[in-house]
């Protein structure tokens, strides 16, 4: 797979043998979890936002509802930053200095335009429904014209983009690998659980197996 053409904004700066800029790394960054963070500006007030997405190919989408202040200020065409991060363990050194986080994180600079014909937002609504829990959409009802319209669809190409990756134990001076400090890494993983049935429920269908087997 190609690479992102790293620019002046999205080169990496601190220890830039960690950046990246493969699509195959950036894509299992994105594709292995679901919630972003959505950096904008108002009136010079910087907004960091925390929510859903979905990707395709090279387009990222973001949903919402229609009222939503983050979701009008982006379609109205406003710069955006999205971030996504993975924290896969803490690394502990022998100085408090050298202490780290294993980590895969993608930036993603650009705009955001609405998605407009009902069509392609439905398909949107399927690829971000898809992308939190693979199997559900073909599941579940599928929205209605009215919930359609009351719902914001954006599109963030992916052009500018990064990631940022670090992996392995820690790096520590020289003179502190005989300091008597445990030091290593405490690996860390997101894992589902048992999941818990409605207590609404008033028919009682077999958990699925996309949900039996869920791994994102
Ligand atoms: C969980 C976690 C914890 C971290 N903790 C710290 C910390 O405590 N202190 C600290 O200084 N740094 C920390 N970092 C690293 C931090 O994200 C930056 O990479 C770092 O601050 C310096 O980058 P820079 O000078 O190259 O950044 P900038 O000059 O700010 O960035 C230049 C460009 O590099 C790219 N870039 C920078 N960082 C990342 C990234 N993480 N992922 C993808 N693209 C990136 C972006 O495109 C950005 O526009 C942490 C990262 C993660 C994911």
Same mark, same amino acid.
């Given at each position: 797979m190609s690479q992102f053409q790293p620019t002046e904004r999205t080169?990496? *700066? %601190?220890?830039? *043998? %960690?950046?990246r800029y493969d699509r195959e790394t950036v894509y299992q960054i994105l594709d292995t979890c679901f919630v972003c963070h959505v950096g904008f500006n108002v009136d010079g007030q910087p907004y960091v936002i925390p929510t859903n997405y979905g990707r395709a190919g090279d387009t990222l989408y973001l949903h919402g509802s229609a009222a939503s202040r983050m979701l009008k200020t982006l379609s109205e065409g406003v710069p955006v930053c999205v971030t996504v991060t993975h924290v896969d363990g803490i690394v502990l050194a022998r100085a408090a200095f050298h202490h780290s986080v294993n980590y895969r994180a993608v930036v993603i600079l650009g705009t955001a335009p609405l998605v407009d014909s009902p069509a392609e937002k439905m398909e949107a609504l399927r690829i971000f429904t898809e992308h939190v829990m693979k199997g559900r959409w073909d599941d579940v009802r599928q929205p209605t014209e009215q919930e359609l319209k009351a719902t914001t669809v954006l599109a963030l190409p992916l052009e500018e983009v990064s990631a940022k990756v670090r992996t392995g134990g820690p790096l520590d001076d020289e003179a502190d690998y005989s300091l008597p400090v445990w030091a290593g890494v405490l690996p860390l993983e997101t894992v589902p659980k048992e999941p818990v049935p409605d207590s609404q429920r008033k028919s009682d269908p077999p958990v699925p197996d996309y949900l039996k087997h869920y791994r994102h």
């Open positions: 080169q990496v *700066k %601190r220890l830039p *043998k %960690r950046g």
